[in-house]
C-alpha cells in the first residue's frame, strides 16, 4: 500500500540517499535536504579528461564483500552489474626497515576499520572476505541512487532547526525558509543531529555529541610501473604503529591500480596513500616516504589531495546504550528518526542499512 506522507530527509550522503530510495518506492513524497552541493558525502570519485584512464576516489573506495546491504541495494536500482571484486590480496606492514607479510585481515585491524556487530554472521570473519567496489568507482553507486530519487533532492539547503508542528515537524532551513513534514530523518553527523534532537525535546541526544570525528589526508599518486624498483604484489601496506607515534607522515598505502580493475591505464600505478598532520603539502609527504618505501624514481606524474576535517568515526564505551536511549525517546515524538555512520557503523554498507531501516520505521509509524 503506499504511502502518501511527506517525508524529509537531512542529508544527501549514502545513509539519506538510500533513506530516499526505500521512501520513494513505498509511495513518499521525499524532499531531501542538504548542506552542501553535492550529493554524496564523503563519496568523492573524480575521473578527469586530464588524467584519463584513472579513477581517484577521495572517500571510501569500496566495502567488506561480507556485507550484503549495499550489493542489495546496487542489484534493486539495476547496477549489480557493477559489483567488482578486488584483484589483489595480502598486505603488507612497514616496520620502518621493510615490508613483511601481514595475516589477512590485520592490515584492517591496525587501521582501526570498525566491523558492526552482527555483519557477516555467517562468515567467520568478515574481513578476511576481502572488499568489493564498483567497475568506475564508488560514485558509480551515488550517481544510480541520484538518477532515481534526484528531483527530490534540495542541495544549499541544510537544516538549522527542528521543531513540533500541527501534523509531525516543522524544519528551519538555511536562508530562512521552512518546511514541514509529517516525519523526518536526520542522516547528518553526529554532533548536529545531537544539537536538532535536544532542541526538539531529548536532552538524552547531548550524548550523542560525544563521538568523536578524526580527521583524515589521501592523496592519491600517479606514477609508470617502470619508475617503481621493483613490481609489487597485494592490496598495499600499512605503517607499524609506533612509526606513527614517531611522527611519519605515512600512515597506510593503497596499490589501487592492483586492488581493483581498471583503476589506471595499461604501464602505470595508482597509489593511494593515507596521511597524517604534516607541515606544508602531504603530497609532497606522501611522495617522500613512498620513494624510501618503494624505491620510487623520479617525480608522480600527478597528485590530488583530499583533506576530511572530521573523517571517520569513533565511538566512545556506552555509545550503543545512548542511541538505543535516545531512540526509545524518540518513538514517542512524531516520526523522527536518526541514521548515520554516527550511529550505526561507520563503513559504506553500514550507512546503507541504517538509512533503509529509518525509512523502513517512519513508514511504519505514518503509515499505521
Known amino acids: ?30 524532499v531531501v535536504l542538504d548542506a552542501g552541493r553535492r550529493p554524496g558525502g564523503v563519496v568523492v570519485t573524480e575521473r578527469p579528461g586530464a588524467k584519463e584512464g584513472f579513477v581517484i576516489e577521495g572517500g571510501p573506495d569500496g566495502f567488506l564483500a561480507a556485507e550484503p546491504d549495499i550489493q542489495e541495494l546496487a542489484r534493486e536500482i539495476g547496477i ?18 621493510r ?7 590485520q592490515a584492517a585491524a591496525l587501521l582501526g576499520i570498525q566491523v558492526p556487530p552482527g555483519v557477516g554472521a555467517q562468515h567467520a570473519a568478515p574481513v578476511q572476505c576481502g572488499f568489493r567496489s564498483f567497475a568506475t568507482g564508488m560514485a558509480d553507486f551515488v550517481e544510480a541512487i541520484v538518477a532515481r530519487v534526484g528531483p527530490a533532492i ?3 539547503q541544510g537544516v538549522t532547526g527542528l521543531a513540533p508542528a500541527t501534523r509531525g515537524w516543522r524544519l528551519s532551513l538555511s536562508g530562512g525558509s521552512t518546511l514541514e513534514a509529517e516525519a523526518v530523518i536526520l542522516a547528518l553527523p553526529a554532533w548536529i543531529a545531537a544539537r536538532l534532537v535536544t532542541a526538539a525535546g531529548v536532552p538524552a ?3 550523542l555529541d560525544e563521538v568523536i570525528y578524526y580527521p583524515t589526508t589521501t592523496v592519491s599518486l600517479a606514477y609508470r610501473e617502470d619508475q617503481l624498483a621493483t613490481p609489487l604484489a597485494g592490496t598495499g601496506f600499512v605503517s607499524a604503529p609506533e612509526l606513527a607515534e614517531g611522527g611519519a607522515a605515512l600512515r597506510a598505502c593503497s596499490y589501487s591500480w592492483l586492488k581493483y580493475p581498471g583503476r589506471a591505464p ?6 593511494r596513500a593515507f596521511v597524517g598532520p604534516v607541515d606544508g603539502d602531504p603530497a609532497v609527504a606522501a611522495h617522500a616516504e613512498l620513494v624510501r618505501i618503494l624505491g620510487i624514481s623520479g617525480s608522480p606524474l600527478w597528485s590530488r589531495a583530499f583533506t576530511w576535517s572530521r573523517g571517520l568515526p569513533r565511538y566512545k564505551p556506552g555509545h550503543a546504550g545512548h542511541v538505543a536511549a535516545v531512540r526509545g525517546r524518540l518513538a514517542r515524538l512524531p516520526p523522527l528518526a536518526i541514521a548515520g555512520a554516527g550511529f550505526d557503523g561507520a563503513g559504506v554498507s553500514a550507512c546503507v542499512k541504517s538509512g533503509r531501516e529509518a525509512a523502513r520505521l517512519v513508514l511504519g509509524r505514518v503509515g499505521a
Request: glycine share 14%; hydrophobic share 50%; aromatic share 4%.
Open 80 to 97: 549489480g552489474g557493477r559489483l567488482v571484486d578486488q584483484f589483489a590480496s595480502g598486505s603488507s606492514l612497514w616496520t620502518g626497515q
Open 154 to 156: 534540495r542541495p544549499a
Open 266 to 271: 595499461p604501464g602505470h600505478a595508482l597509489l
Open 1 to 30: 500500500m503506499a504511502v502518501s506522507a511527506t517525508v524529509a530527509v537531512a542529508g544527501a550522503g549514502l545513509t539519506g540517499l538510500s533513506a530516499a530510495w526505500e521512501l520513494s518506492r513505498a509511495g513518499a513524497t521525499v
Open 99 to 105: 615490508l613483511e607479510p601481514l595475516a589477512e585481515g
Open 205 to 207: 541526544a547531548r550524548h
